[in-house]
């Protein structure tokens, strides 16, 4: 069975995007978590298929899931507004554009993590930054990336945006 993860991290402070995905056949483990994770919602957190427009789902068919609880009116449109557009966006492309092999548009899934800061400002960066984010977890899944000389290169400068050891 295929499945391919990745992660994408663009921008800096509270309009930064970080975003894990799984890509993988519908008939595989990753159509099962899709269909689990649609499911079954929780408080704060309430999976749902990512669409280009209304009526008009991204290919693959692609759920959302918010790793923030919505926190406000602005924050609900960062998530099911701005992000979501980028989603559609970096997923489509990626299907029409190669990255994703022809199969994937039909018989594919894919599922995404996603933090949108619930103390996010701009509707616009919000969007670039998942786009690009996006962008990279899709291209470092299907490259199955990191790669070995990637690790051994990134451990010595080891840390994240909310902690770098000293």
């Not at 990753?30 to 008009?56: D, R, Y």
């Not at 919000?126 to 299907?142: D, G, L, Q, T």
């Amino acid at each position: 069975m295929e499945m391919y993860i990745g992660e994408g991290f663009a921008g800096d402070g509270v309009n930064a995007s970080h975003i894990n995905i799984m890509i993988g056949p519908r008939n595989g483990v990753v159509g099962q978590a899709f269909s689990t994770s649609l499911a079954t919602p929780s408080q704060g957190h309430c999976p749902f298929m990512v669409v280009i427009k209304p009526n008009v789902p991204a290919k693959p068919m692609t759920l959302y899931v918010n790793k923030a609880a919505i926190g406000s009116e602005l924050h609900g449109n960062a998530t099911w507004g701005a992000s979501q557009a980028a989603i559609a966006k970096a997923v489509t492309e990626a299907q029409l554009q190669g990255t994703l092999p022809p199969e994937a548009e039909d018989e594919w899934c894919i599922v995404t993590a996603n933090w949108v800061n619930p103390g996010c400002t701009d509707l616009d960066e919000v969007f670039a930054n998942n786009y690009r984010a996006c962008k990279v977890a899709i291209e470092a899944a299907m490259e199955k990336l990191p790669g070995r000389q990637q690790l051994i290169n990134a451990l010595p400068e080891l840390g994240n945006p909310f902690y770098s050891p000293k």
